[in-house]
C-alpha cells in the first residue's frame, strides 16, 4: 500500500517562501504522475502543480503560475513544491497525490490521482 506523507508546512507573512516535501513509500511504481493540490475552508479542492516521471513534464494552475515549483531528483526521491510570493489566497491545506497510471496524459483532476497524502497546512499572513 502506498503512503504519502507531506512536510513542510507552516506559518509565513505574505511574500514569502515554503518549500512542501512528498515522500512515498510503500510502492512499486517506477513512472507515476504526482501532483499537489490544496484545499481551504469553504472553497473546492484546487490543483497546484504536477509532474510526470516518464516525460518530465510539469503542469501549474493558473494561479500559482509564476510562483511555484514542482521538482523532484529521481522516482525514489520526495517530490517538492517551492512556493515564492505567497499570498493570503494561497493559505490551505496542501496535499500531494500519486497517480499511477503514467501512460496517460499528467492531470488537473483529483479524480486521476489513486493514492494521497494527510496534507500539511500553510498559512499566510497579511
Known amino acids: 500500500q502506498v503512503q504519502l506523507v507531506e512536510s513542510g508546512g507552516g506559518l509565513v507573512q505574505a511574500g514569502g517562501s515554503l518549500r512542501l516535501s512528498c515522500t512515498a513509500s510503500?510502492?512499486?511504481?517506477?513512472?507515476?504522475?504526482m501532483g499537489w493540490f490544496r484545499q481551504s475552508s469553504g472553497k473546492d479542492r484546487e490543483f497546484v502543480a504536477g509532474?510526470?516521471?516518464?516525460?518530465?513534464?510539469?503542469r501549474y494552475g493558473d494561479s500559482v503560475k509564476g510562483r511555484f515549483t514542482i521538482s523532484r531528483d529521481n522516482a525514489k526521491s520526495p517530490v517538492y513544491l517551492q512556493m515564492n510570493s505567497l499570498k493570503p489566497e494561497d493559505a490551505g491545506v496542501y496535499y500531494c497525490?500519486?497517480?499511477?497510471?503514467?501512460?496517460?496524459?499528467?492531470?488537473?483532476?483529483?479524480?486521476?490521482?489513486?493514492?494521497w497524502g494527510q496534507g500539511t497546512q500553510v498559512t499566510v499572513s497579511s
Open positions: 497525490a500519486l497517480d499511477k497510471h503514467a501512460w496517460r496524459e499528467l492531470s488537473e483532476s483529483g479524480d486521476a490521482y489513486e493514492y
Open positions: 509532474i510526470s516521471w516518464n516525460t518530465g513534464s510539469t
Open positions: 510503500g510502492g512499486t511504481f517506477s513512472v507515476h504522475h
